[in-house]
Structures are given as structure tokens and as C-alpha cells.
């Protein structure tokens, strides 16, 4: 059973930052696709940021500059550094792995990143 467990979310001021970790317990952590996306009340969950088993990354539009996204395979674990904070960046954050090939797609609980003053 795959596990994917966010934590690092919490309260900040605009124009701070926050850093997001997800330990996933997947045996061969490395070929996953691994994924950042956030929901915010009323709205769609939205991609924030990719890794590939490559390395090459994706980010949303809105996050590009700010957030950086990167994966150590050693400890299985996918972090998120976000930097410049806005109240629109306010939402729950989920962690996702992913292996379009054969069909799996698996998901966190959520941490809940809240930006205000």
C-alpha cells in the first residue's frame, strides 16, 4: 500500500516561506513521477509543480520563480520550497506520484498552507 505523507504547511506572512516535504513509501521511489498541487475553497485543484525520474521539472504558471520544487530518492521523499508567499497562494497542498505507464496515481492527505498577515 502506497503512502504519501505531507507535513511543513502552516501559518506565514505574505512574502515569506514555507518548505513542504512528502515521504512516500513507495519501493522504487525513483520512477515515479512526483507531483505538488493545491485546492483552494472553492476552486479546482491545480498543478503547482512536477519532478520527473529524470529530474526535468514543470511548474504552474502562477508559482514560476518562486517555488522550487526537487526529490532525494535516497530518503524517498519530494520537497517544496516556496518563497515570496501571497494570500493567493493559500490552499490545501497534496502530494502525488505517478506512473501514467502502468496506471498508478496516488495521493496525500493534504497540508494546509495559510498566507496572511
Known amino acids: 500500500q502506497v503512502q504519501l505523507v505531507e507535513s511543513g504547511g502552516g501559518l506565514v506572512q505574505p512574502g515569506g516561506s514555507l518548505r513542504l516535504s512528502c515521504a512516500a513509501s513507495?519501493?522504487?521511489?525513483?520512477?515515479?513521477?512526483m507531483g505538488w498541487y493545491r485546492q483552494a475553497p472553492g476552486k479546482q485543484r491545480e498543478l503547482v509543480a512536477t519532478i520527473s525520474r529524470d529530474g526535468s521539472t514543470n511548474y504552474g504558471d502562477s508559482v514560476k520563480g518562486r517555488f522550487t520544487i526537487s526529490r532525494d530518492n535516497a530518503k524517498r521523499t519530494v520537497y517544496l520550497q516556496m518563497n515570496s508567499l501571497k494570500p493567493e497562494d493559500a490552499a490545501v497542498y497534496y502530494c502525488?506520484?505517478?506512473?501514467?505507464?502502468?496506471?498508478?496515481?496516488?495521493w496525500g492527505q493534504g497540508t494546509q498552507v495559510t498566507v496572511s498577515s
Open positions: 513507495i519501493s522504487i521511489f525513483s520512477i515515479y513521477t
Open positions: 502525488n506520484a505517478r506512473r501514467l505507464v502502468v496506471a498508478e496515481d496516488y
